[in-house]
T-cell receptor, first 110, second 114 residues
Framework: RKEVEQDPGPFNVPEGATVAFNCTYSNSASQSFFWYRQDCRKEPKLLMSVYSSGNEDGRFTAQLNRASQYISLLIRDSKLSDSATYLCVVVKNTGNQFYFGTGTSLTVIP | EAGVAQSPRYKIIEKRQSVAFWCNPISGHATLYWYQQILGQGPKLLIQFQNNGVVDDSQLPKDRFSAERLKGVDSTLKIQPAKLEDSAVYLC????????????FGPGTRLTVT
């Protein structure tokens, strides 16, 4: 079973829409969680951390559900510039092992 | 501040040939990572260095892949011999020691094995 699983999409949404992605993880010992963004043919970049209490940064909200072992990313008022692949990342507390999901592709349509 | 540098950016080789990639991390970053990203997948960690020591190489196919970071700064990743399934982007990333969550990635080397 994969450490991290994501729906690859693609998600095609109109400008201004709200879209949400989920990511499930298999190991309950996982300690830290993050969302990275990867533009087409570019390198991944840290978008935001995911805290147990949730985390909001402008139009982006990240949440963690430890009981169900998933994290989510909500994007409100989508912009064309939000078009990218969103990768969830799970870090296991032993050895700081870093696991990326396969990524969810988002295209925001004018 | 200069980012993570990688070279070459693109490489095309035939199967069974050898190839090497180079990475220079951000100055002061003690931790260096090599990832393999196959098209349509997320990056997969191959090896993680802390200074010049290996922290994790559990997913490195050691029969054909090797990596070194002799002086604790730049690093090379080698594949010998290459297989068709090694076609991927090889990403190098670095982070400050203890800040594994915020990794800075280089532009990657796109390898095509024919």
């Amino acid at each position: 079973r994969k450490e991290v699983e994501q729906d690859p999409g693609p998600f095609n949404v109109p400008e201004g829409a709200t879209v949400a992605f989920n990511c499930t993880y298999s190991n309950s010992a996982s300690q830290s969680f993050f969302w990275y963004r990867q533009d087409c043919r570019k390198e991944p970049k840290l978008l935001m951390s995911v805290y147990s209490s949730g985390n909001e940064d402008g139009r982006f909200t990240a949440q963690l559900n430890r009981a169900s072992q998933y994290i989510s990313l909500l994007i409100r008022d989508s912009k064309l510039s939000d078009s990218a692949t969103y990768l969830c990342v799970v870090v296991k507390n032993t050895g700081n092992q870093f696991y990326f999901g396969t990524g969810t592709s988002l295209t925001v349509i004018p | 501040e200069a980012g993570v540098a990688q070279s070459p950016r693109y490489k095309i080789i035939e199967k069974r040939q050898s190839v090497a990639f180079w990475c220079n991390p951000i100055s002061g970053h003690a931790t260096l990572y090599w990832y393999q990203q196959i098209l349509g997948q997320g990056p997969k960690l191959l090896i993680q260095f802390q200074n010049n020591g290996v922290v994790d190489d559990s997913q490195l196919p050691k029969d054909r892949f090797s990596a070194e970071r002799l002086k604790g700064v730049d690093s090379t990743l080698k594949i010998q011999p290459a297989k068709l399934e090694d076609s991927a982007v090889y990403l190098c990333a670095s982070s400050l020691a203890g800040q594994v969550y915020e990794q800075y990635f280089g532009p990657g080397t796109r390898l095509t094995v024919t």
